[in-house]
Structures are given as structure tokens and as C-alpha cells.
């Protein structure tokens, strides 16, 4: 679908509290805008961010058309076990993207 | 041209007449400015959020620029006062504008697992206004913070009339 950049720590130690960037290219299309014959660009957007660790989902973001374009989050997770940290971006299509980065936890 | 009705000369004023109203109604719609078309008011999108919980100000800090070059990409960064513990941390962070098209902006999940309740992201700002964050805590509070920033290049100058 798109191109995605996350941002997680290689290592990290037991109970530690990571900051964790992730981005995805992505125009955001408000719907709100005009074409230049007039007529309006319809809606497309990421609807659902979704974030997944150790198990179970650990954070997640309803987005509406004010987030910018390429949208951008960052946010903060407790370091628990190594493993895959899981990114998945719905769209208003209902298709999903995910990406996913390991982080090893000693 | 199979159907007789079509034909007849009784029916066509009829039939022009419903076409210049329906013709009516539509300009009528669409003349109708967006910003006109209803908007939930800043109020209305929070009390949705809380589900008409009290909404108390302080333990929410919402970081906004004061002046703003490029409502198109405003970087926010909204943290609350929260130990993130199982027992007691933030359910959710949403975020809300005053006079962009939709109120809503974005709405957080968070959980005792986060650490921290603190969040950074980059939203589309139509024209100077109020922009207000509201964290949900896992005791049922509801903590808010508001922060105004003056907007000289407008995200979808379209719709500012």
C-alpha cells in the first residue's frame, strides 16, 4: 500500500520505557477539498492505527480527517520481552498495512 | 419511446415542472456552504467522548504551537499526570478542534502497558482556534487541557468563507 517508517529501539532493558515513532505515507484526502474541475476529491484516509506487543494490542488511534498527511505518532511502550512489535494502518477502504520491528529485551 | 404516457402532451408540463424542481432543490443544496452543513459544536464532540461525564480541568498538558506558519502539519504532543499502573493509568487521550470541518481530531487507546501517557503527532488546523485534549482515566475521570494557537497559512482554505 504505502510506505511506513517505525522507529524502535534495537535493545532495550526489562521494564524500560521505549519511545516508539511510526509514520506512514499516506495523502489523508479530507474529502473537504475541491479538484480543480470543481468537483470534490472524495474521502481517503487511515481510519485505525494499531499497535501490537507481547501478546496483545498495547496501543491504538482512531484518526479523522484533521491528522496531517503521512500521519505521524509517537508514543511509549514498557519494554516487556523480546520479540516483534507489530504496526498496522487501516485505510478507509477497509485495507490494512502492517509492518513489524523486533526489539530485544534483556 | 415504448411507453405511451411518455408521449402524451397532458404529462409533459407535469414532468417539467417536477425536473425545475428538482432542479431547484438541488442548487438549493448546493449553494449551502460546508461550515453550514451541521457541525458538532467543541461541547458536543467531548461530551460524546465522555458520554456526559464532568470534564475537570488540570492533570492533561497539551503542547501547541502559539503561532502556527502551516495549519497543515501542526506537531501536538499531549501527556498526562498518570503513574500508569494497572491499577490506575489513562484509557484513552482524545483531541479536539473548535472550528476545523470535523471536531474530532484523533482519539488515543492507551493502556497500563504505555509506561507513560504521552503522545506526539502532527495534525491539519483550518483557521486560529481552540484545540482541547481530554484524558479518560481508568478510575472513570475525565481531565482536560486547551491550548489556542493563531494560524497564518490555513490546512483546506477551502473551506474558510
Known sequence: ?106 | MGDPSRSHGLSLPVRRRQVLAAGLAGLVVVSLPRSALARPSLEEAIKTFTGGAEVLDGRVRLELPPLVENGNAVGVTIAAESPMTAADHVIRIGLFNEKNPEANVVIFHLGSRSGRAKVSTRIRLATSQVVVAVAEMSDGSFWSSRASAIVTLAACIEDLS
Open chain 1, 1 to 106: 500500500m504505502a510506505r511506513a517508517l517505525i522507529n524502535v529501539p534495537k535493545t532495550a532493558r526489562r521494564g524500560e520505557i521505549v519511545e516508539i515513532r511510526a509514520m506512514i505515507a499516506h495523502p489523508m484526502e479530507t474529502g473537504y477539498r475541491m479538484g480543480t474541475n470543481g468537483a470534490s476529491i472524495p474521502r481517503d484516509i487511515i481510519r485505525r492505527f494499531a499497535c501490537g506487543y507481547d501478546g496483545e494490542e498495547v496501543f491504538s488511534a482512531e484518526l479523522f480527517p484533521a491528522m496531517s498527511a503521512n500521519p505521524f505518532i509517537a508514543f511509549t511502550l514498557v519494554a516487556t520481552a523480546s520479540g516483534a512489535i507489530t504496526f498496522a494502518w487501516t485505510d478507509d477502504a477497509g485495507e490494512t498495512q502492517t509492518v513489524s520491528a523486533e526489539m530485544a529485551v534483556s
